[in-house]
């Protein structure tokens, strides 16, 4: 065989070599190369491949070969010929040879700035040389400069939502370019779900937030940027923490167990919401702070089911899909961003405490009040000694002003083939507590990247760590705002030798002490990425597939010093979440007749999501300095999980219009969750939507006043499947030992008819302009009706379970949407823009487990120590209700209390002077359990933003305002401080305290028995949350371009930055924007010492070269 192979080759290469070897004779005097060539052919064999045309401009040659080479004659006979050619085995093939290049005149410098109508610079407009893939874009300051190829060019400038402009480019000129904004804006992009729409065409309501509008804030976290800035979406900021959790929620609230924040999606990969969110010792965390708010494009949120119905069981509580910046064609644009500023709490709406004498006397009221009662003898306590003068301000000692700067670095450029985005960044606030901080180390990398006229690449990918000092949350019993706040004003901070002071009547700890010896530290390291590849398979006819992740790896170590009452403590968590996704799509766009135009897609997607965590606790520490677990006297337990879930998913959608101007879209997604039962694996989730272009119509025509009009309806249904991994199925749990032994035992009963909680939506919208778009609107009015709640329904006590997940209960949103904008003055030197938008949600209870009418919540029932739950689920009623009791002031005298009523039962303590008047609802003569109402309710009846933007010359001006009206506050603190029964401190609200018979006041006697129980939840305590505040003021200046160009600087922007400037709020507590116990809807609106919110304010500049 290797003889064979052998004989092969060297035959092969015998061959070749011989008929490349034969030789020529040719001899003749002003022979045509045309003769020359078949003579060639005729005694060689090769064919020559050419046209009579090529051969017209050749030169005629003398020629005298005997024997030569084929090499040789094909050398000398296309010497000065202006032909050339190639050998092909036996094939010649004879081409013209290119023309020498000819000289490129020199290039151009142009130079020169782009703004609007009202000289306000446009950031990122594309500049091109027509024909050509040279460019560039505006910097931060609206300036570029470009190297032009000559000065017959032409630059063509163009901005979305703006009318593109041309100009011929002139020797050394420096071209200003004011762009005019399209009457209609109508050819405005924006993001939709697995692709961009044109707004024209766009039947869904959307709300769409450009990062031109959000630019600068100085915010720790991407969700806050929503706040007032989108209609139908309520954002509150839980606390004032650095990086602490925030409050998101689209159109209400949907569900009581499942969750309510909406789905975010991070350049097409879900990001993971809600973990890892919950720390030790009380505190929440935001995993959406992990993206830098500078990086942002845009802020889309698909707020109807036709929107957001392909993304099926994860969109009931809506979608907020954030698109982050990307590279362009052009020169490199370095833009680098620094501010810097400080925070400090606002005092004059710090509560307000009674002062050490005032304290003192409170005190010894309490005392004889109780002994009056009968009650002394179980109150004896010591009265603290005046004589010591002291009168410690808590809160002023916990408190403090607080830097926060930002930096961020960002490249962006490209070319025709390859386009990039690059930046980094570092973020740092101090917290106005004591201890407490956030960092953030953020890097971008986004590629774009056109391998083929076919085949395009990419990939979007955020790397970042966010590190958190905090101090004990607001759910902690060592909660260092709640305790401030409590701590009486008579107990030092130190005692005399320097030591922290630890003793407390109370039992509080001393919160500087926590502030500053507690350690409480976490680390996340977050991935969020994707690569994609497109390739058009036929002319409109694309495939894509996409591979993301996101991760998120989170190391949480708490440590509790040591107090009189408690030795010292640890807790070591570490935590990780991955999640994987694949999606793939069959895109198809295409017109009949340039009428019809139809946009298909066909896809499939399948995620995968895994959980671990390992958790140590630790006590009996012996120093501070060393706080690993294993430096502990005692191991108080262990414990570690880990689960996984899986959706798998198919999605279709078609849009249709015809004549661009009666619009269609139809949708469906069918998903497959492993968290549900085997009977209900799988969903459909369709959804449709039309849209009628009014405008475009004839009729319409003749109203000038009139720039666009669009009439949309949208009907869908999506769902939730926010739930633990296992609770279909049938659960068992660790804990349960016998003689030594771990045991396991049932903890959830399998559930194979559990699925998904599924909501309807139904959708109608107008959008209108008028007078080429200086005014215009959107409306939506929508109803949103939940079914198929996953709630815990309780079980006999036969069962061994408390309760069990089912799917019972059902809830309704109904609201209506406004926005308005509107340009007020568009000068050349002068304008002012305006924005508004307001929403109105009624949310209502209208089914509840096993038929039931309530469910009664108990989680803040101890915050006035009194036991008594504070909220309920009713139906008929929406959910956020407060439970409590009616009042109607205070006994002035014990003979007012005329029907006798006592509490409790009818042996039960006697009502007098100086007691709450309860109303006994039920008229038995008994203020028990049975008189309790619903006393008020923590949602808003709506909620808004107005902004205002105003430009002269090279100055900027913002000022956006906030506002939420009608919801009411449960005001916790206010409950502890002014309840007159233990030795907490005390609100100066307590000076009006009823003392003697005949007394006409609202608040009742003190009293450190509190017979009565004065202070249960009721009307007392509830407040109105309505607030107005400007939440930013930002200043700016541009630098002319004259003065940049001398600086060899593109541009030079400063500004300053004001945040929570001023509140319009009857609320007599710190702050109206509270949710001490976070998102959950049970526990809505109650204020237990919850982290302030802050005033900041901020200096920076922006260069662009």
Not at 128 to 137: A, E, M, P, Q
Not at 627 to 639: D, E, F, K, P, Q
Request: net charge positive; aromatic share 10%; proline share 3%.
């Amino acid at each position: 065989m290797k003889l064979t192979f052998v004989l092969l080759i060297t035959a092969f290469l015998h061959v070749a070599a011989s008929s490349y070897a034969q030789k020529i004779t040719i001899a003749g005097k002003n022979v045509s190369l045309d003769e020359v060539l078949k003579k060639i052919s005729t005694q060689t064999g090769y064919n020559f491949i050419y046209t009579d045309q090529m051969l017209q401009d050749t030169k005629p040659m003398d020629v005298q070969f005997r024997n030569a080479s084929l090499e040789d004659v094909l050398v000398k006979c296309f010497d000065g010929q202006p032909l050339t050619y190639a050998i092909n085995q036996k094939t010649i093939v004879i081409r013209r040879k290119p023309k020498p290049d000819e000289p490129s005149p020199p290039p151009v410098i142009i130079t020169g700035k782009v703004t609007a109508v009202n000289n306000e610079p446009l950031v990122g407009v594309s500049i091109r040389v027509k024909g050509t893939t040279i460019g560039t874009n505006t910097n931060a300051g609206g300036t570029y400069t470009l190297k032009v190829p000559g000065n017959e060019a032409v630059l063509v400038y163009s901005y979305v939502g703006y009318i593109s402009q041309e100009r011929k480019v002139s020797s050394g000129q420096e071209i200003n370019i004011t762009l005019v904004e399209d009457p209609t804006k109508l050819n405005e992009v924006i993001v939709v779900a697995y692709g961009t729409q044109k707004t024209k065409y766009v039947t869904n309501a959307v709300s769409s937030i450009k990062s031109k509008d959000i630019a600068n804030v100085p915010v720790s976290s991407t969700d806050a940027l929503l706040q007032g800035r989108a209609a139908g979406v309520q954002v509150i900021q839980n606390s004032g923490q650095p990086g602490g959790a925030i409050t998101v929620r689209v159109r209400g609230i949907t569900s009581i167990n499942a969750g309510n924040s909406p789905l975010y999606v991070v350049d097409g990969v879900p990001v993971q919401s809600g973990n890892p969110s919950s720390l030790a010792m009380g505190t929440t965390t935001n995993s959406i702070a992990a993206i830098n708010p500078n990086d942002i494009e845009s802020l889309e949120v698909l707020k109807d089911a036709s929107a957001a119905s392909l993304y099926g069981s994860r969109a009931a509580n809506g979608v907020v899909l954030i698109t982050t910046k990307r590279g362009k064609s052009g020169a490199p644009a370095v833009t680098l961003n620094y501010y810097t500023g400080f925070q400090k709490d606002i005092a004059s709406k710090r509560p307000k405490k009674i002062n050490n004498c005032q304290y003192i006397e409170l005190i010894e009221e309490q005392r004889a009040n109780a002994l009056s009662s009968g009650l002394g003898s179980l109150y004896a306590f010591v009265i603290p000694d005046s004589s010591t003068h002291i009168n410690t301000d808590w809160l002023g000692a916990v408190l403090r002003s607080a830097p926060i700067s930002n930096y961020d670095l960002s490249i962006r450029g490209g070319n025709e083939k390859l386009r990039y985005a690059l930046s980094g960044g570092y973020f740092n606030q101090d917290g106005v507590v004591l201890g407490t901080n956030f960092k953030r180390y953020n890097l971008r990398i986004n590629t774009d990247y056109e391998a083929t006229p076919r085949l395009k690449i990419g990939n979007s990918l955020s790397l970042s760590r966010s590190v958190y000092q905090r101090v004990p949350g607001e759910d902690d019993g060592r909660s260092v705002i709640r305790v401030s706040l409590y701590k009486a004003v008579v107990l030092p901070v130190y005692n005399g030798d320097g030591s922290y002071y630890v003793g407390d009547p109370a039992g509080y700890s001393n919160p500087v002490m926590v502030a500053t010896q507690d350690k409480m530290a976490t680390g996340i390291n977050s991935v969020i990425g994707n690569v994609y590849g497109e390739y058009q398979l036929l002319k409109g006819f694309n495939f894509r597939t996409t591979w993301g992740v996101d991760f998120s790896g989170l190391k949480d170590d708490a440590y509790k010093s040591a107090t009189d009452l408690s030795l010292a403590s640890g807790i070591s968590n570490y935590s990780q979440y991955l999640t994987t996704i694949n999606e793939n799509t069959l895109n198809y766009k295409f017109a009949v007749k340039d009428k019809h135009h139809f946009n298909t897609l066909l896809g499939y997607s399948i995620q995968q999501r895994r959980a671990e965590s390992t958790m140590a606790s630790a006590s009996n520490f012996s120093t501070g300095s060393i706080t690993t677990i294993n430096a502990a006297g005692t191991l108080v337990g262990a414990s570690s999980f880990n689960s996984a879930s899986g959706i798998e998913s198919m999605f279709s959608r078609i849009g249709y219009d015809f004549n661009n101007k009666y619009l269609v879209e139809l949708s469906l997604r069918n998903d497959g969750s492993s968290k549900f039962g085997k009977n209900n694996k799988y969903a459909l989730f369709p959804a449709a939507s039309v849209g009628w272009r009014v405008s475009d119509e004839p009729f319409l025509k003749r109203l000038k006043a009139l720039s666009d009009l669009k009439i949309r309806a949208s009907i869908g249904k999506t769902g939730n499947d926010n739930i633990g991994d296992y609770r279909s199925q049938g659960v068992y749990a660790t804990g349960r030992n016998y003689n030594g032994y771990a045991g396991v035992a049932p903890s959830d009963l399998p559930n194979a008819d559990l699925k998904w909680e599924t909501t309807t939506q139904y959708n109608a919208g107008v959008d209108a302009s008028f007078f080429d778009a200086r005014l215009s609107f959107s409306v939506d009015a929508y109803i949103k009706k939940t079914k198929d709640l996953l709630l815990d329904v309780e079980l006999p006590s036969s069962a061994g379970i408390r309760s069990s997940l089912q799917n019972v209960g059902s809830t309704e949103n109904r609201g209506v949407e406004l926005n308005i904008n509107t340009i007020n003055i568009s000068a050349k030197q002068f304008k002012w823009s305006s924005n508004f938008n307001i929403s109105f949600n009624k949310n209502v209870i209208t089914g509840l487990a096993g038929g039931g009418k309530e469910i009664i919540i108990s989680k803040g029932g101890n915050i006035q120590g009194a036991s008594n739950p504070l909220s309920i689920l009713k139906v008929g009623d929406a959910i956020g209700a407060f439970y409590g009791w009616h009042t109607s002031g205070v006994y002035a005298y014990s003979a007012d209390n005329k029907k006798g009523i006592r509490d409790l039962s009818s042996t039960g303590y006697l009502f007098r002077g100086g007691d709450e008047i309860f109303e006994d609802r039920n008229g038995d003569g008994i203020i028990d359990n049975n008189d309790r109402v619903i006393i008020g309710n923590a949602l808003p009846k709506f909620t808004g933003g107005f902004s205002n933007n105003l430009s002269y010359k090279g100055f900027e001006l913002n000022v956006f305002t906030q506002f939420s009206y009608g919801n009411q506050i449960y005001n916790g603190s206010r409950a502890v401080v002014e309840n007159m029964y233990a030795f907490a401190a005390a609100g100066t609200g307590v000076l009006k305290r009823w003392r003697k018979e005949g007394d006409v006041t609202n608040v009742p006697r003190a009293d450190h028995g509190d017979p009565g129980n004065n202070r249960r939840a009721s009307e007392r305590w509830i407040e109105d949350g309505s607030y107005l505040r400007i939440k930013t003021v930002t200043l700016g200046y541009n630098l002319s371009p004259a003065i940049t160009q001398k600086m060899k600087i593109q541009s030079l922007r400063f500004y300053v930055t004001a945040q929570n400037l001023f509140t319009l709020t009857s609320y007599t507590g710190w702050d109206p924007e509270v949710s001490a116990f976070g998102s959950s809807v049970t526990d809505l609106g109650i204020d237990y010492g919850n982290y302030p919110q802050c005033r900041t304010f901020t200096l920076g500049a922006t260069l662009g070269f």
